[in-house]
């Protein structure tokens, strides 16, 4: 395999991955910009070490341990920042996320039918508030709602999402 | 342990609108610390709410798994354009965000940063996403919405069209469709409509109405008999501004720029103007209107009105004519060299629980064995369809080789979606090379293809999910639906009534080398695997007439004909 194909071949394993690696670090960060920066700061990693690379080997466990690393890294950078887990948490979940995130793509699209199952209301709240990043407040005001009460929604809807998906993939398993 | 799981839910939530507190998240620390399940738990809410913030670009793009597989060999030159459009969609500030370290824009990386940023704006800015194509479930919602308005609001229905070409503005309308208030407008042939009320209008072409009730409907122009039995009494017609009300009857109404012709065939009508004037006709009378107003009496001539009678025997031809057509193009293909096997469902006489396979030449092997499925009628009187109504209902079919490029084609008319995988054709299974076809209870159709043996790792199959195209006003129709599986172009293709409903592009290591059935099952699924009396209930709610696999992708014209010549 000559450079260019490998640095192709790179670029592919690592395009396919992203979901994953976001996946994985989003739910050891559980927040959305800071997920974000350290799967950029992970694809960089990954970018400059290169050289290491094997076409042969498994992409993914290469890139989950450079990606464990940075958030390991960022945990222990973000002194004054509030963390919603400490390093010791972070390393102890780390196999568990690194196993979920395999499935992220799985749960996508388990999810896309779930959706449809809601009530057209719940949806919009679900899509106002997750896929388009509309903070609890705003999503309350645009549909005349308290913040508490759409909290109560939220969780209710969530809970219903999670059982439907998890039927989901296990249909789809047997 | 459920209390605590609540008590996490709720804190992430608090965690995720940046309400949680000090004590909130050491709470949470000090739940999943001593406990595995707990920790389990949470990830899997963290995975669901990432899963929803990639589904920002759902639909948009696909989904970057499967772009991975065209986009990578893509050359450079043709991807960068792609990406300065994403870059240039977000604003200063997001693309200061994307492009923050600099350093990244050395021109060995620009490449790499490229795609990334190309995917950083399409996850991560969702706002900007609104306007290019609509996310796959809102998209499906507002066209369901829609549609349920429609039946709402619906106050006729249309239960014969025979010869009906339909005006430039009037968007073709089916059999058994409703029909909201708004303009009904024909340019030729005979349109039959049922109001809610009872009365039935036959429309005879070129005419324009205006309907606005279900008990009221304004001409404009055109030639209409009433047919309006007692319950309907009160049914009533407007020309300009005059009002034919019937009081139980028969009657022909024919409007021009000339005036207005009113004869009544049988019963009694009022007729209504603008003085408060009414006058009744009663059988065998007849009234013109001028377009200067005035009023004269004529003769009755009922053998210029299509009565019902009339145009059900019309239809009656219609319909026998498209048998023929469909019987001719049936007889045809049942020799074309590329057909695996091709279920016309088309035998006389006793079925004896098979399902003649009608390739030609002739070959028994490939008989399907019907189990459970009763016979009924198909698209029309001379041929018959199986119905899957039961969850143990199927063929069972046996189809051996190999092959490369498919194509599955049937007519299927659903009663209702109510399974999760409401099955179309599916192989026993799911191994290397075997096709799966199917439709989600979202109205989704499904087709993927396994590219690797059941136990060996590798690659996922691909999932071939096309956007929802049921909606309920194609309950009891006759839809057909055809997929191909082009292996050399790596392209999913899913067609509706002969249209694409779309297009799939599958990842070289998501495509098998090669194609397979085996035993199979049309209308339902069998799992060998699971050795219980046990079963996932996935049969098809519904019916099919025609089954045909072809060893090919046809085009999309060629699915146009099968369309064409198969619609009832």
């Known amino acids: 395999m000559d450079s260019s194909d490998k640095t192709e071949h790179f670029v592919q394993q690592l395009t396919e991955h992203q979901n994953r690696l976001y996946g994985y670090v989003f739910s050891l960060l559980g927040d959305r910009n800071r997920a974000a920066d350290v799967v950029q700061e992970t694809n960089l990693v990954l970018w400059r070490k290169i050289d290491e690379f094997q076409p042969d080997k498994p992409f993914l466990s290469w890139a989950f341990a450079i990606a464990r690393f940075q958030v390991l890294a960022h945990v222990r950078d973000q002194k004054r920042d509030r963390l919603l887990l400490d390093s010791e948490l972070v390393a102890t979940l780390s196999d568990e996320a690194q196993r979920q995130a395999g499935q992220v793509d799985a749960i996508r699209e388990a999810l896309r039918p779930c959706m449809q199952l809601l009530t057209p209301t719940n949806r919009e709240l679900i899509e106002r508030r997750y896929f388009r990043n509309m903070s609890m407040a705003d999503t309350a005001a645009s549909v005349e709602r308290t913040v508490g009460s759409i909290k109560v929604a939220l969780l209710r809807i969530r809970r219903q999402l999670a059982a439907c998906v998890q039927k989901r993939l296990a249909a789809e398993d047997s | ?568």
């Open chain 2, 1 to 568: 342990m459920s209390t605590e799981f609540d008590e996490l839910e709720s804190l992430l939530i608090d965690w995720e609108s940046g309400s949680l507190d000090e004590q909130g998240v050491a709470r949470i620390r000090e739940i999943l610390k001593p406990n595995a399940e707990a920790r389990s738990h949470f990830v899997q809410m963290q995975m669901i709410t990432a899963a929803m913030q990639l589904e920002t670009d759902a639909g948009l793009a696909p989904p970057l798994s499967e772009m991975s597989g065209s986009r990578s060999r893509q050359t450079l030159a043709e991807l960068t354009p792609n990406c300065q459009s994403l870059a240039t969609s977000a604003t200063s500030e997001q693309t200061r965000r994307v492009f923050s370290t600099s350093f990244w824009l050395v021109s060995a990386l620009s490449l790499l940063v490229c795609v990334l940023a190309g995917w950083i704006v399409y996850s991560q800015f969702p706002d900007h996403s609104d306007g290019l194509v609509k996310v796959a479930g809102t998209g499906d919602l507002s066209a369901r919405d829609a549609s349920r308005e429609a039946t709402s609001h619906g106050i006729a229905l249309v239960t014969h069209l025979v010869d009906v070409e339909w005006g430039v503005d009037q968007p073709a309308l089916e059999v058994g469709d409703a029909l909201p208030p708004g303009r009904f407008a024909i340019q030729a042939g005979h349109a039959q409509v049922e109001f809610f009320c009872g009365a039935t209008v036959i429309v005879e072409g070129p005419a324009e109405l205006e309907l606005e009730s279900a008990t009221l409907a304004r001409v404009h122009s055109g030639r209409l008999r009433a047919h309006v039995p007692p319950a309907a009494r009160g049914f009533a017609l407007e020309v300009d501004d005059m009002t034919v009300v019937d009081l139980g009857t028969e009657f022909g109404l024919s409007v021009s720029t000339d005036g207005a012709n009113v004869q009544v065939f049988d019963g009694e009508v009022e007729l209504h103007r603008p003085s408060n004037e009414k006058r009744r006709l009663s059988a065998g009378q007849s009234v013109i209107r001028s377009a200067d107003g005035s009023y004269r009496d004529s003769q009755v001539t009922p053998e210029t009105f299509v009565d019902i009678a009339g145009l059900e025997s019309r239809a009656e031809m219609q319909r026998s004519a498209r048998y023929e057509r469909w019987k001719a193009w049936s007889d045809a293909t049942r020799r074309d060299p590329r057909l695996i096997a091709y279920y016309a469902f088309d035998q006389a006489g006793d079925w004896e629980r098979r399902l003649a396979c009608s390739n030609e030449p002739t070959n028994k092997e490939l008989d399907g064995a019907i189990v459970g499925a009763r016979e009924v009628e198909g698209r029309w009187d001379a041929k018959r369809a199986l119905e899957f109504k039961r969850p143990a209902d199927r063929v069972r079919v046996q189809i051996p080789g190999e092959y490369s490029s498919l194509t599955l084609a049937c007519w299927v008319k659903i009663d209702s979606l109510d399974r999760w995988y409401n099955s179309l054709l599916l192989t026993d299974g799911y191994d290397k090379g075997e096709p799966h076809w199917q439709i989600l209870d979202t109205g989704q159709i499904y087709f993927s293809v396994r590219p690797v043996e059941r136990t060996q790792q590798g690659p996922r199959d691909f999932k071939a999910l096309s956007p929802s195209f049921w909606q309920p006003s194609m309950n009891g129709k006759w839809l057909h639906l055809a997929v191909t599986c082009d292996m050399d172009a790596r392209t999913i293709t899913h067609y509706t009534n002969g249209n694409v409903l779309s297009r799939h592009i599958v990842p070289d290591e998501q495509m098998p080398s090669a194609t397979r059935i085996g035993a199979a099952s049309i209308g339902n699924w069998a799992t060998p695997t699971m050795p219980d009396a046990e079963f996932a209930i996935r049969n098809l709610n519904g019916s099919i007439d025609e089954m045909a696999i072809f060893a090919a992708a046809l085009t999309a014209d060629e699915i146009k004909e099968i369309y064409d010549h198969g619609k009832p």
